[in-house]
């Protein structure tokens, strides 16, 4: 069945270092969704990404949908300690049903 | 917009015995997401409703657990004769259907199960 990978697993960064976490997908998508969640927290909905090649910015973070539609990244740029969480993605392959990847937790020290 | 809520928040069960969870979407949206999380691992889908209609369960969902979302609102997930392999955390999410917002997911803050 459709799989999909992060990684790193774990990143600690000091605080303004970049950061980047990638998912790849065993399986072309229609669409990849970021969420973030925060320790004890439920995932938050970042961002969609639905156009091959597409790059969309919000502040700091930057998203990238891979030209075959099977790979993404995430990238922080300027690391701050609100930014400390999991980062999932989540792929969507047109079955109802969004598979989450398996996660990279960052760890910001300030 | 009150945001997705769960219930119970916690639920301790003993082996064997049936649970019961309900979610309450976000008034308005069509869609509804049942996913199974443990620790340190993502989220793994386990059902998706249209309205009333559950068009999507996981095959690796066992009998024991079913969904139903009567009447396209609130929704509620039953694990019969839970085992010890059950306790997670179970988070459920709606989405509106179409438009600009697409499918964007709204999670609740999710019911941890502990099955002893």
């Known amino acids: 069945g459709q799989q999909v990978m992060q990684i790193p697993q774990y990143q600690h960064v000091q605080e303004g270092e970049d950061f980047t976490t990638y998912c790849n997908s065993s399986?072309?998508?229609?669409?990849i969704q970021w969420y973030k969640q925060r320790p004890g927290g439920h995932p938050v909905f970042l961002i969609q990404l639905v156009k091959s090649g597409e790059v969309k910015k919000q502040k700091r973070l930057t998203f990238q949908f891979g030209e075959a539609k099977k790979n993404s990244s995430l990238h922080i740029t300027a690391t701050q300690t609100t930014d400390v969480g999991t980062y999932f993605c989540a792929g969507y392959s047109g079955t109802y049903k969004y598979i989450f990847g398996t996660g990279t937790r960052l760890k910001v020290l300030a | 917009d009150t945001g997705v809520s769960q219930d119970p928040r916690h639920k301790i069960t003993k082996r064997g015995q049936n649970v019961t969870f309900r979610c309450d979407p976000i008034?308005?949206?069509?869609?509804l997401y049942w996913y199974r999380q443990t620790l340190g691992q993502g989220p793994e889908f386990l059902t998706y409703f249209q309205n009333e209609a559950q068009l999507e369960k996981s095959r690796l969902l066992s009998d024991r657990f079913s969904a139903e979302r009567p009447k396209g609102s609130f929704s509620t997930l039953e694990i019969q004769r839970t085992e010890q392999g059950d306790s997670a955390m179970y988070l459920c999410?709606?989405?509106?259907?179409?438009?600009?917002?697409?499918?964007?997911?709204?999670f609740g803050p999710g019911t941890r199960l502990t099955v002893l």
């Open positions: 999410a709606s989405s509106p259907f179409g438009g600009l917002a697409g499918d964007t997911q709204y």
């Open positions: 008034s308005e949206h069509n869609r």
């Open positions: 399986t072309t998508l229609s669409n």
